[in-house]
Nanobody
């Protein structure tokens, strides 16, 4: 499975960005897609995840109410709409796939990772 993330960039505080992740290769339709992020000097952390039907989503407390994850199974893709961005959201954002279909915040559950896309929020 290959994951391609895109949509990062630079934005001022309060602005919005939309990240996209497209999966290709031997994907089953029951996989979970999630976004993680890693800021300089910090561990990679869970941001949001969504199950195959889109009926179950999970968010980190720090992004609840500001970020929205969605997916389009016909396109094997997922998006992360990020609103009201803050400087502390600055990080490299990674999309990841868990073939078990469980929506988990545990980084070790995820089987495949994209290359990361940089998000920078200036104050």
């Amino acid at each position: 499975v290959q994951l391609q993330a895109s949509g990062g960039g630079w934005v001022q505080t309060g602005g919005s960005l939309r990240l996209s992740c497209t999966a290709s290769g031997r994907t089953s339709r029951s996989y979970t897609i999630a976004w993680f992020r890693q800021a300089p000097g910090k561990e990679r952390e869970f941001v949001a995840g969504i199950n195959v039907s889109g009926g179950r989503t999970s968010y980190a407390d720090s992004v609840k109410g500001r970020f929205t994850i969605s997916r389009d199974n016909a396109k094997n893709s997922a998006s992360l709409q990020m609103n009201s961005l803050k400087p502390e959201d600055t990080a490299v954002y990674y999309c990841a796939v868990d073939l078990s279909g469980i929506v988990s915040s545990n980084i070790h559950f995820y089987d495949y990772w994209g290359q990361g896309t940089q998000v920078t929020v200036s104050s």
